[in-house]
């Protein structure tokens, strides 16, 4: 089964080549996202792509915000990580030492990829109906990890980012992106760069503490 190359093959890209994504590849991912299965079929997604010229101008744009030190204000609500459940917020720290620990190690520079849009030639804008329930929150996620999985199979790489929507203002206007719609996560795309960034590895928990089966 290939399915299991294109799953092992994706994780997060903090730095993209200059290699542009072709529109028919843009478009045959965002198919294959669309199979995504939703509540009664609800597909309550939408999916907008900055490229080209635009991309490029938004990049400097939120590179100029943070250079001034704009106060981010996503449309979701982040949550001090001390207000999140046990074992999310337990994991967070985990990864956040050993990635803080790679980082003194490596040299890493993610600040001045992370505010350029990490340099990526694409980058997707998922929205629902601000008036959208819960159930719909949760098929967006599953939209945009089906999207994520069809780009890593035709070698495409990616990372679902808040800090690509921290000024969501930004997109609002590039992309015409109705004010009735919530602009809940961006995720870069592209082909990552030969950057040391790139070789981070993320863990996962132990399957026994997250995975119960009684037979
Ligand atoms: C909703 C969401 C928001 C994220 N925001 C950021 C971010 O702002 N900066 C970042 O470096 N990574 C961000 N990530 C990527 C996660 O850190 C990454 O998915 C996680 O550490 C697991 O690593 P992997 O994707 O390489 O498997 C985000 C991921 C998700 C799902």
Redesign the pocket.
Known sequence: MEFNKALTRR??I?SYSDKPISIDDLKDIVTKAQKSPSWVDSQPWKIYIATGEIVKKLAQQQADLEDKGTASHPEIPVRHRDDWAKMPRANMAE?SVRKADWATEHNDD?DRY?KYLYNAPAVAYLTIAKDSTDWSKFDLGMFASTLMLAASDKGIDS?????LVKYPELSRVALDIPTDETIF?GIALGYQSDSILNQY??NRSDLSSILTIKD
């Not at 990372?159 to 800090?163: K, R």
């Open positions: 994780h997060s903090r990864n993610y992370q990372i679902p980012s808040y800090s996560i590895r993320s």
